[in-house]
């Protein structure tokens, strides 16, 4: 492929994993995140580092988000943040490579909070879950921005719908991890220090479906390869179609360890909207011999993630 990759959030759990895989394969990107110094949320000092490096892609993977505790609690601060980060990224773009294309990813908390199967033609029809009101607003207004900006300035952004993720690379703060890892984390923990009771947020009946973050790395892969392929000018789930309960989570990580401790569900915290799961017809379409990781296989990676720790 011909032109710089630009990686935006490099140093986040996300760009982490896509990072490993694009290396996996000889791919170098040039890493951007604000350890590195680099604020989207300034349209002129994200203008300078695109003008210094002339992307032909830019994979957004650069988000201010937590768990369903933490997007509540800092919501004002989610909202502005993330509106700036992708208003000033456009701006940017706009000013400096127009030709550049953006690959953005958007959490499936943009479908409406009271459907059951998410389906792309109807990721609009309904508001949103008010547990993720903050962030998955933000998802929306990155859609809306990035076709605004494409009508005006021609620029053109990939849309890849995403099931919550799950992975090595991910903080061990709980109300910073993503949901999955942070029960995994938890899960370390007690088994390392000992632990005769584990708490858990929710009751626990809310279904999720889940994807391996090096799987989302994989679909990036793809996607940079054959930036054309059919399907992709309107947004597509990465979807297996399938779900499982928060319980039915603990359940398999608790055999996995074998833990015989006490499981405390802290019916407190919100459970968030009751089942996540996408539709998957459009990804197969499109993605035809796509083969996700086995979910054993994922859980084993990420629990010697957080025991290496």
Request: hydrophobic share 40%; proline share 4%.
């Amino acid at each position: 492929m011909d032109g710089n990759i630009i990686l935006l959030g490099a140093n986040g759990f996300v760009g982490r994993n896509v990072t490993e895989v694009l290396s996996e394969n000889n791919i170098s990107i040039i890493p951007a995140s604000r350890a590195s110094g680099i604020d989207l949320r300034d349209s002129e000092q994200t203008s300078t580092f695109f003008s210094k490096n002339k992307p032909a892609f830019i994979i957004n993977c650069a988000a201010h988000v937590g768990s369903l505790n933490y997007v509540t609690e800092q919501a004002a601060n989610v909202i502005s943040d993330n509106a700036r980060m992708i208003l000033g990224m456009y701006e940017a773009v706009a000013k400096t490579c127009p030709r550049a294309i953006i690959i953005n990813p958007i959490a499936n908390c943009a479908y409406p909070g009271k459907a059951d199967t998410f389906i792309e033609d109807q990721w609009w029809d309904g508001h949103l879950h008010r547990s993720v009101l903050s962030y998955g607003s933000t998802r929306r207004f990155m859609w809306t921005v990035g076709e605004s900006f494409q009508m005006q300035y021609g620029i053109r952004s990939i849309y890849l719908m995403v099931p919550n993720m799950y992975g090595p690379y991910d903080s061990t703060d709980p109300n910073k991890a993503h949901a999955l890892n942070a029960l995994i984390s938890k899960f370390v923990k007690a088994q390392q220090t000992n632990q005769q009771k584990i708490e858990i947020w929710g009751t626990g009946i809310a279904i999720r479906e889940w994807l391996y973050a090096k799987d989302f790395g994989q679909i990036i892969l793809k996607v940079l390869e054959n930036p054309n392929i059919l399907g992709l000018s309107e947004p597509v789930n990465i979807a297996q179609n399938f779900g499982l309960s928060v319980k039915e989570l603990v359940n398999v990580i608790e055999s996995t360890f074998n833990y015989t401790g006490e499981i405390v569900w802290d019916n407190s915290k919100p459970d968030g909207a009751p089942k996540k799961v996408m539709d998957d017809r459009k990804f197969r379409k499109i993605f035809p011999d796509f083969i996700f990781t086995d979910f054993n296989e994922g859980i084993r990676n990420t629990i010697n993630y957080y025991k290496s720790l």
